[in-house]
């Protein structure tokens, strides 16, 4: 008899080759389905022995996303909660290291009775209980495998994947793999050898999948999609073409234009329900139009190998300058090219954020870029470090403090305008560094005479963090009185959340991350504020070039 709560399970694979788009695919899949009106979770499971993302580089793997619980997650949760519009939690963060570590502490306290620790008896029955909690009470749960089907480190969530359809029922389980293929310039051909290649890899390892993604950078012709059907099985309705495209909010459509929704629906056993997708339809007219007002955005950092370091901050920009017509031209900015005396990349943008960050490389050219936009009128967004930053700045360059500067830096400054607060000194000692950060959602109270208050219309507000260093109470007063005001604290530890400069068209720093509850329908009102007061900026300019001409 067929449990009626029980919940679907839709895994996602990649194959050939990394770097595909898996998560946009996962999402994009968990998004059609949450338009028909069912209840969807999603989840990553890594194959990384790290127990989180947290130490990972950030120019090697991309940014790190941080939930409202303080989960420190791969930057695919972030596509997650852009296409689903929900707020995740640490559940759907799944890596190899935190399984390890759940299954030593339950050795290591007898739960195993004496049997030998094993990875089918215990590794993947631990994957398949994690994998079920997080999905627990939801019609849908969708599940992306991390890395390519092949890959020995992650041969024990593919065998851990591969039982779910017996230990839940065949009915329940839905398996899709995602396929790359290439384009051969001599023979003007596109090559399908290397998916088959997957797909036999993955069957090798007991799996069948039901659906097949086609990335390629051409079109797919016909013939190529019956050719994988062939090979894999798959029915062709159920191998579905996608090729490169201008933005990734187009996938979700593409997979309805491909009925891929209705098929999910059917092999599923769920009752269709009536699908509304004009939210991503809207969103996409808004993306695709053209004769839009170029803003120029200048983002200032010291990660730049791999753009994906701030993945939602770019989100967040474009989604901004989306809602308010115009096109956004990111100009990235090294500070240490800064640092070496090369400011000409300062000139000719519209606005400016200071972008996140730890340690010290690259912090006095942010201090410069800050002081250029204070001086120059430019608009102005400091996120966490960048708001740090503005701290500093202001103290040596208005305050006359000429050796300000924050501990992270140089500990022994004269004048630790940004600091470590005592609650945290105990677990820098103790050699916990991930518990000596303000992780997750805090409190944020604003004053309502303030710029931050009228973008946000609201007094409260909640805002997720990660960082470890705070503002230094004892330099308030001082600042305030020069100008530079406090406008949002933390009413629970009484720390400066937000600083923004009122004789400035936009000049705002903020402790906490807005760009991780930023959505691409619905922006956070500071990457709002800040393209509004770009888009007058340069109006303004605009004017001055027609009156010298």
């Given at each position: 008899m067929t449990d009626k709560n029980q919940t679907k399970y839709i895994f996602v694979t990649g194959g050939v080759l990394s770097g595909l788009g898996?998560?946009?695919?996962?999402?994009?899949?968990?998004?059609?389905?949450?338009?028909?009106?069912?209840?969807?979770?999603?989840?990553?499971?890594?194959?990384?022995?790290?127990?989180?993302?947290?130490?990972?580089n950030p120019a090697e793997h991309g940014e790190v996303f941080v939930t409202d619980d303080g989960a420190e997650t791969d930057l695919d949760l972030g596509h997650y909660e852009r296409f689903l519009d929900t707020n995740l939690t640490q559940e759907s963060s799944l890596m190899t290291g935190r399984v390890y570590q759940h299954i030593i502490d339950k050795e290591r306290s007898g739960a195993y009775l004496g049997k030998t620790v094993q990875l089918t008896s215990h590794l993947c029955p631990e994957i398949q209980n994690l994998i079920i909690h997080a999905g627990k009470g939801f019609q849908v749960h969708v599940v992306e495998i991390g890395g390519t089907v092949g890959d020995y480190e992650g041969l024990h969530f593919i065998e851990s994947i591969r039982q779910m359809k017996r230990k839940v029922g065949a009915e329940n389980v839905l398996y899709v793999h995602l396929v790359y293929l290439p384009y051969l310039s001599t023979s003007k051909e596109i090559k399908t050898r290397p998916a088959q290649y997957s797909v036999k890899d993955l069957r090798n390892l007991g799996i069948q999948p039901d659906i097949i993604g086609l990335r390629c950078d051409y079109p797919i012709k016909k013939e190529q999609i019956a050719k994988v059907s062939t090979f894999s099985d798959v029915e062709e309705q159920a191998v579905i073409p996608l090729p490169t495209i201008k933005s990734v909010y187009e996938v979700p459509l593409n997979l309805e234009k491909a009925n891929l929704g209705d098929y999910i629906v059917k092999k599923l056993g769920l009752k269709n329900g009536e699908k509304d997708l004009s939210t991503w339809v809207e969103l996409n007219k808004k993306v695709q139009s053209e004769g839009k007002t170029k803003l120029t955005i200048g983002l200032v950092a010291k990660y730049l190998s791999n753009e994906d370091t701030y993945k939602s901050i770019n989100e967040a920009i474009k989604a901004a300058c989306w809602k308010e017509g115009v096109e956004p031209i990111l100009k990235w900015i090294d500070s240490e090219e800064i640092e070496r005396g090369k400011t000409e990349s300062l000139l000719g943008i519209d606005g400016m954020i200071i972008l996140p960050g730890f340690g010290s490389r690259g912090i006095e050219g942010k201090i410069t870029a800050a002081r250029y936009a204070r001086e120059q009128k430019i608009p102005y967004l400091g996120i966490c470090l960048g708001m740090q930053i503005s701290v500093i700045e202001f103290a040596r360059n208005v305050a006359g403090l000429k050796k300000a500067n924050t501990q992270e830096v140089d500990p022994k400054t004269p004048d630790p305008v940004i600091h470590f607060i005592e609650e945290q000194k105990k677990n820098i000692y103790e050699k916990n560094y991930g518990g000596s950060m303000r992780l997750g959602a805090y409190d944020c109270k604003l004053k309502k005479n303030s710029f931050i208050y009228k973008l946000y219309g609201e007094e409260k507000i909640s805002e997720r963090h990660r960082h470890r260093y705070e503002f230094n109470n004892d330099y308030l007063t001082q600042f305030e009185n020069l100008g530079l005001k406090v406008t949002g604290i933390n009413p629970q530890y009484n720390l400066v959340e937000t600083i923004e400069i009122p004789d400035h068209p936009f000049y705002i720093g903020i402790q906490f991350h807005p760009e991780f509850k930023s959505r691409p329908y619905a922006p956070r009102p500071l990457f709002v504020g800040l393209v509004r007061a770009a888009k007058i900026h340069n109006e303004s300019l605009e004017k001055k070039r027609q009156l010298v001409k």
């Open positions: 898996k998560g946009v695919m996962a999402a994009s899949i968990a998004a059609i389905l949450k338009a028909r009106g069912f209840s969807v979770n999603i989840q990553k499971c890594d194959p990384y022995l790290n127990v989180d993302a947290g130490t990972l």
